[in-house]
């Protein structure tokens, strides 16, 4: 069984700081790489994808991946109250008909 | 002019009842999917269609039913509702079965009791 591994938090983090979530997955031949935000009573939606191992910038998001570690980071620079939700981490499985596996979610709180 | 929309948003039952959830898309996209998030919000995959095909059943008790009679539509029929059914079901929809990213309702909360 696939596997995708998040620390549940919650993380706090005070405003204006960098947030920074981690996740873990089971398989070494996973290529694509989510990150969504849901906020609390509402759907996911996608913030950042990552395909390649380094990193990849949009505005104040980053995505981090270590393919030999097996690990994707997301940083969030200069932390807004806003930013406050969890954070679902997902994984596309190709040998699965192209299911993609969420992690079970990192709550992260950011205080003023 | 909702990209995604369920209804209904809400679902209060009872053990034993027969219940459907409707999810449509106006995206234009060939895939469509439901999730079940539980109570620790663990999103998982039901069942995926791409263009009114089957291409993923998770291990789903056969109680759920799900029914594409377009591409645009993908309804959850759920039989002899138990307790473990609560939990909120997403559809979503992608463009094709392999773009990243997927396009997801506002979600039903299904509670049965």
């Known amino acids: 069984q696939k596997e995708v591994e998040q620390n549940s938090g919650p993380l706090s983090v005070p405003e204006g700081a960098i947030a920074s979530l981690n996740c873990t997955y089971s398989?070494?031949?996973?290529?694509?790489f989510f990150w969504y935000r849901q906020y609390s009573g509402k759907s996911p939606e996608l913030i950042m994808f990552?395909?390649?191992?380094g990193d990849k910038e949009d505005g104040r998001f980053t995505a981090q991946l270590n393919k030999a570690s097996q690990y994707v980071s997301l940083l969030i620079r200069d932390s807004q109250p806003s930013d406050s939700a969890t954070y679902l981490c997902?994984?596309?499985?190709?040998?699965?008909?192209?299911?993609?596996?969420f992690g079970s979610g990192t709550r992260l709180s950011i205080r003023p | 002019d909702t990209a995604v929309s369920q209804t209904p948003k809400y679902l209060v039952t009872q053990m034993g009842n027969d219940k459907s959830i409707k999810c449509e898309q106006n995206l234009g996209h060939d895939t469509m999917y439901w999730y079940k998030q539980d109570s620790k919000k663990f999103l998982k995959i039901m069942f995926s269609?791409?263009?009114?095909?089957?291409?993923i059943n998770e291990t789903v008790p056969n109680r759920f039913s799900p029914k594409s009679p377009d591409k645009a539509h993908l309804n959850l029929h759920i039989n002899s509702l138990e307790l473990g059914d609560s939990a909120v079901y997403f559809c979503?929809?992608?463009?094709?079965?392999?773009?990243?990213?997927?396009?997801f309702g506002p979600g039903t909360r299904l509670t049965v009791t």
């Open positions: 997902a994984v596309r499985d190709y040998s699965s008909a192209s299911k993609i596996i």
């Open positions: 398989d070494r031949g996973s290529q694509s």
């Open positions: 990552i395909y390649s191992n």
């Open positions: 269609y791409n263009n009114k095909e089957l291409i």
């Open positions: 979503a929809s992608s463009q094709v079965r392999d773009r990243d990213e997927q396009y």
